[in-house]
């Protein structure tokens, strides 16, 4: 994944924790890490991104689903820690008629149960497009969400450009306005990592489809404008995007020619 990530021309990568439908994961190999360590050293490879399983729901109306969700995010984060310094985003969860407030309760209480005082991992929120009944469609859930946790230095938010466009809020008329909402609602202190997609949807659709950088309707200059932001330029951009490599290799190659850092 490092290698693969490098061999593109890229600093970082997101990766699965584990098969994404949430099986179980590897046992962790110490040399296997070491190795890592030292090839990400050798690189220049900055903070990466893990990823949860998205089929976790932290706020299911099922018990055994919730605890699922626990003990599999608790596993994980035991895991980063072998590669401490990183961040570790999930998906908050679908509140399945609940209720967004019950929903909120539930994810932060399940984090309140994992989170550790000495933990070098961050933990991220993702913005979500709103499909359904998920939870953290808008600025307001994440905050509260990010209220009820007890360790919130640890915590931060992953914003996915397709997911706040599908939200509705309008990254490609107003960036600067939608920030400022972030700023205000959340703060942008909090804004750890940027998921770079463009988005097969129309404004405010609901639908989470991602499309290629520039084929959709984000289009390529509003995607330019994110990547260029000065509140936004010193983040890393992941992308997941619908490609294989040379796919990737020819949006960083887009990215790198647009870029004013
Ligand atoms: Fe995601
Ligand atoms: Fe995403
Ligand atoms: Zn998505």
Redesign the pocket.
């Known amino acids: 994944m490092g290698k693969e990530a490098v061999e593109i021309g890229a600093n970082t990568f997101q990766f699965f924790t584990r098969n994404p439908r949430g099986s179980k994961a590897k046992a962790i190999d110490p040399e296997d890490v070491q190795a890592y360590l030292e090839y990400a050293r050798q690189k220049d490879i900055c903070q990466i991104l893990a990823?949860a399983p998205?089929t976790l729901n932290a706020c299911s109306k099922e018990p055994k689903t919730r605890e699922f969700a626990l003990r599999t995010m608790a596993d994980d984060l035991e895991r980063m820690e072998y590669i401490p310094g990183n961040c570790y985003?999930?998906?908050p969860g679908s509140h399945v008629g609940q209720g967004p407030k019950e929903g909120i309760r539930q994810i932060a209480g399940l984090l309140n149960e994992i989170l550790s005082p000495g933990q070098r991992t961050t933990v991220l929120l993702?913005t979500?497009a709103g499909k359904g009944t998920e939870v953290g469609r808008t600025f307001e859930e994440l905050r509260d969400i990010l209220e009820q946790v007890k360790l919130g230095d640890h915590m931060g938010v992953?914003l996915?450009t397709c997911?706040v466009y599908d939200a509705g809020y309008d990254i490609v008329q107003d960036l600067d306005g939608v920030l400022e909402q972030f700023d205000r609602i959340i703060g942008l202190e909090r804004l750890k990592a940027i998921?770079l997609n463009d988005s097969k949807n129309p404004f405010a659709s609901h639908k989470d489809r991602h499309e290629k950088l520039g084929q959709g309707f984000l289009g390529e200059e509003a995607l330019v404008r994110v990547i260029n932001h000065p509140q936004l330029k010193h983040l890393p951009f992941y992308l997941?995007t619908p490609n294989e490599l040379p796919g990737y290799q020819r949006e960083l190659e887009l990215l790198k020619a647009r870029s004013e850092h």
């Open positions: 990823h998205y985003n999930f998906h993702e979500m992953c996915d997911h998921h997941e």
